[in-house]
């Protein structure tokens, strides 16, 4: 009898300590989710702030964020999304560098069955879990809007960004569709059109001091895809003063873009919330880690594979008059950063 009880009273215990335990590690695994985030260059954009802004807005959840840069370079950071998931990471963010390669990372994710987010570029052809970005066509769509405005009939150049992300694909669909008619009619005539490898300003620049040499007509517009390119091109431009170019656009919002408005060198930028994306991401990263149901996705966009469940936000054209309403409005940038040395 008594070692009936003994035995009873020791099952009683055992079982309340497997209780806790199993409540412990079920709320360790809210508070203690990794999230791997791959990005694709660290220099000169805006990478490493959407590095601080998913950082931050993790440790507001009480997770932690293993954060990797490469220079474009996509076998890199197929090693660095390796080395995540043998880490142990709970989710993984890409910023791919190449659309159609990084297929391959999550094929590797699903073998330690750590989900995948795509985060501002679309990872094509794969399992993709989820995709928080921007409305693609939309901000290609701004771009030539504002164009037309303002020079509706006249001579274009359009760099568009590098060719292996998909975004510079849906920046130049949307701008080929929307810019046609005007083509057609013999109001728009396209000077130039291209990709710019790996988004850089440098390339720009050399792609648009090349157009600016064997052109001898007048550019009234140059359509970039990327605040980083619209600076090449501008520098491309102050070297022949012969040319008046009305429109120069970009993405990004980048303080020197914002200040390229000011002085009426650039015209528009187009500016994506970083903050908006690294939180809903995280969001969603820390939901899919702990088993949470999914309530944050408003769309699906087809990757050739499959409909990818997407959150994709909104972006806002940015010009001379509105930079108060936009980007200082949303803090990204304080009234002193944007005037300070200026007035
Ligand atoms: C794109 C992104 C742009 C710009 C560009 C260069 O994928 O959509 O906003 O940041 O990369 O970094």
Redesign the pocket.
Known sequence: MLTNYTTMTNLIKYLFVAIVLVAISSCSKQSGITIGFLMP?GEG???PIDQSYVEKAAADKGAKVLSKFVLNDENLQQKQAIELLEMGIDVLIIVSVNANTAAAMVREAQKYNVPVIGY??LIKNSDLDYFVSFEGAQIGNLMVEHALKVVPKGNYVLLY?DAG?N?AIYIKDAQEAMLQPYVDKGDINIVYKGFVDN?RADNAYHMMSRVLSFTDQQIDAVITG?D?LAMGALKALKEHPEQKVKVLTG??AELDAIKALITDEMSLTVY?SIREIATASVDLAVKLASGQRIDNVNSTVNNGRKDVPALLLQPVAVQKENIRATVIADEYYSEEEVYGSLE
């Open positions: 260059d954009s805006r990478w501002d570029r960004g992300d975004n988004w990327y980083g993405q990004d994506k």
